[in-house]
Each structure stands twice: as structure tokens, then as C-alpha cells.
């Protein structure tokens, strides 16, 4: 692939916060960046060149993306594969490519394909109808966590299962969408690798973060994770593998677990930045925005040294108001980084920014962190 440099332009899908970091990078490399989401003003749009305002199955838009741009990235997984098929017909590559969302957007093929590349996940069956609900009983058993195979993320779409009668009622709640059985595993940690792969086979990884959740969204990523070295180099590794397996081009987050028996999991793989990543925008050399943009344009891929212990905070909102008090007060807390996406509604939940601190190690940083998140409050 001739590389794709400064001065040209790249598409993105999407207009989340994840496609706003990517562009702020792209920017400060001198691209231009055209981004298609149907909600106007949209985070990226906010920072982009331009933004067509469409729906991700929308032809003539996808169309106009791939006539006014060189490459075509995307900030999102559920994005459909023919919009991207689409976009390749009318000449323009697309990265990652369609075939890493056909193994990404399915729980069952993603599992599978990690289980064919030797790599372990917990056990699991795919669950389409009663039949294969009783075999998943009988094999895997109890507790068990069953979700929809596609289209689920932060947790949604999902049932702790402890008895058989629980499994009949959540798969009687799940209306006939295809469904994943899965052994709830005994973790220690939840850690995630970002990886990055360029088309000349590059890949790079970053130390793990350690990350905790609360309601299923993630709410603080602790970097490098506290673990051995020795786990740090396996998640680093198994991390590459994933990615050249997949043949990605671009950046993927891969979450995993760790066992007691130090034994590391997949969980999950997203082909784009990872919000367990923010913090490699002031902790590395390089961000996983950076390498994603260098990596979809074909050039060399950057240093994922962390130069910082470092802690990210989300800002989540509340659902009590969409202004944001105490900025003015965190900000004199030092070394830390404050980020916000420009959403206009804080509905609760919702991913409205976030905080990275710095500090000589991880405890330092994550006081500092919950610290100056303690400061803000939506009004
Ligand atoms: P997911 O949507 O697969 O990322 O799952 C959301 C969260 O549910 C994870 O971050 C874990 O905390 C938990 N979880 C998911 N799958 C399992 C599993 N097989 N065993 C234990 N916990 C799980």
C-alpha cells in the first residue's frame, strides 16, 4: 500500500469520543478528516474538517465518504460490514477490513477464532435454541453468564445464570436473538492489552492496564497493571498474536482475565482505540490514537513505551444535569489531565470525559485521580 500522508484525508465512521481523539491526533499530523455520523455536532464533528450527517447504512453518504477520502477508518465495532464492503467497491480502502468485524461483532466466532489461534477463553457454547440451551447446561453448567452473541457492549444484553430455571427464563427474555453461554471464571483482574498492526506486519503492544468496572462500564484503568512480569510480557504477547491472527490493520483492545493460577482469558476484542487506552495520550510515547492513524495510512507504527505510571478516571454522567461544576477546582490538583467530548446531555451513564493522572507510581496516581474526579459534580 502506498502510504496515505499529511495533506490527504481520512474518513471516519463514526462520531463518538474515540473518533475525536483519533482526529485531534490526525490533525496535529496534518491530515484532513471527514467523519460520517447521524447525530450532528457530534464529538468528532466538533474537531473534524467536516461531517456528513447520515446513518451507517446510509449509501449515498458511505458513497461521498469514499469519493472525498483516501482511507476510511471507523471508531466503532457494531458498524456494519457492508458499509464497509460499500466503501471498498467504490475504490477507497478500509481499515481494519470487514473479514476483523465478521470475527469482532460475534461473540461465537470471536471465541472460536481465539480458541483456534491456541490462545484460551472460558469455556462456552453458542446458544440458539432450547436444545443447545440443555447441551450448555449439562456441559458447562453453573454460574454461568449468558449474552447475546452480537451487538452487546458495556455489559448490556447480559444474565448471570445459577440454576436452570434462571437460564430458561433469561433465554425466554432474550427473544430469539442468538446467545453465548459462558463459565463464569474466578477472576483476580480484569487487564486489557491495546496492540497495533500496520499492513508492512508491524505489531506493536503496550504494558496492561489493570481495569475496574462498576456496572459493567469501565470505570478506572490502572497503567502498567499490577501484575508480574511475567504476565505483563504473556498479555503483551498474546495480544500480538490476536492481532496478526486477525490481520488487523489499525488498533484493537483486548480484554482479558487473570486466573489465580496467573492463567490469562480473552474476553473481548475491539478493533478500534479502547477506552482502557486514553491514558497512552499523556503516558507514552506514542497514543493508541497516534498508532491508529499511522497504522490505517501505512507508516511505520510509534513507541508504546510509558514513559508515566499513569491512572485514567471516566467522567460518567448522571442524569442530574448536563453542566459540569468543579472543573476550576480540579484543575489545581497538578499533574493531571482533563478531557471532556463535548457531548451536550450528560445522560446517566453516559461516557462525558475523562481524567488522567500521572504520578512515580500507580497508588499516587489513582489517590490523585479519585481525588480530582471527587471535585466534579453535574448540575
Ligand atoms: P463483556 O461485555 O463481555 O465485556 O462483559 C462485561 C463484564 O462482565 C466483564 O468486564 C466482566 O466483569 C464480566 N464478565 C463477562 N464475562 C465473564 C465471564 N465469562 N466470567 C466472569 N465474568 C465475566
Redesign the pocket.
Known amino acids: 500500500m502506498t502510504p496515505i500522508l499529511p495533506g490527504q484525508t481520512i474518513g471516519m465512521v463514526g462520531g463518538g469520543q474515540l473518533g475525536r481523539m483519533s482526529t485531534f491526533k490526525a490533525k496535529q499530523m496534518g491530515y484532513t478528516v471527514v467523519t460520517l455520523d447521524p447525530a450532528p455536532h457530534s464529538p468528532c464533528g466538533q474537531v473534524a474538517d467536516a461531517q456528513l450527517i447520515a446513518g451507517y447504512t446510509d449509501h449515498l453518504s458511505l458513497i461521498e465518504l469514499s469519493q472525498r477520502c483516501d482511507v476510511v477508518t471507523y471508531e466503532f465495532e457494531n458498524v456494519p460490514s457492508e458499509s464497509v464492503e460499500l466503501i471498498v467497491s467504490h475504490g477507497k480502502p478500509v481499515f481494519p477490513a470487514a473479514s476483523v468485524l465478521n470475527v469482532t461483532q460475534n461473540?461465537v466466532r470471536e471465541k472460536t477464532f481465539v480458541r483456534q489461534l491456541g490462545l484460551n477463553v472460558?469455556d462456552f457454547l453458542g446458544v440458539q435454541d432450547r436444545d443447545d440451551l440443555e447441551q450448555a447446561i449439562d456441559q458447562i453448567g453453573f454460574p454461568a453468564?449468558l449474552?447475546t452473541a452480537g451487538g452487546?457492549?458495556?455489559?448490556k444484553g447480559?444474565f448471570v445464570i445459577g440454576s436452570a430455571d434462571e437460564a430458561v427464563r433469561a433465554f425466554e427474555a432474550s427473544g430469539g436473538v442468538e446467545l453465548i453461554w459462558?463459565?463464569?471464571?474466578p477472576?483476580d483482574l480484569?487487564l486489557s492489552v491495546i496492540c497495533a498492526r500496520n499492513q508492512q506486519d508491524e505489531v506493536v503492544a503496550y504494558p496492561p492496564t489493570e481495569?475496574i468496572?462498576v456496572n459493567?462500564i469501565l470505570d478506572i484503568s490502572i497503567a502498567p497493571a499490577r501484575v508480574s512480569p511475567e504476565v505483563q510480557a504473556e498479555a503483551q504477547h498474546i495480544a500480538c498474536e490476536v492481532a496478526a491472527g486477525l490481520g488487523l490493520v489499525g488498533v484493537c483492545g483486548i480484554?482479558m482475565?487473570l486466573l489465580p493460577d496467573e492463567t490469562l482469558l480473552i474476553?473481548?476484542i475491539a478493533p478500534r482505540p479502547h477506552n482502557s487506552g486514553h491514558h497512552t495520550i499523556e503516558s507514552c510515547i506514542c497514543s493508541q490514537f497516534e498508532q491508529h492513524i499511522r497504522a490505517v495510512c501505512g507508516l511505520p507504527l510509534g513507541s508504546t513505551e510509558l514513559i508515566s505510571p499513569a491512572v485514567m478516571v471516566n467522567i460518567l454522567g448522571s442524569g442530574t444535569g448536563s453542566r459540569l461544576a468543579g472543573v476550576p477546582e480540579l484543575l489545581r490538583t497538578p499533574n493531571v489531565h482533563f478531557h471532556l467530548y463535548g457531548k451536550r446531555e450528560a445522560k446517566a451513564d453516559r461516557k462525558m470525559g475523562h481524567i488522567t493522572a500521572l504520578s512515580v507510581d500507580v497508588e499516587t496516581a489513582l489517590e490523585v485521580a479519585l481525588a480530582a474526579r471527587q471535585q466534579l459534580r453535574w448540575e
Open positions: 461473540r472460558a453468564i449474552k452487546g457492549y458495556d455489559g447480559q459462558e463459565r463464569q471464571v477472576f480484569e481495569n468496572h459493567n480484554e482475565f474476553n473481548e
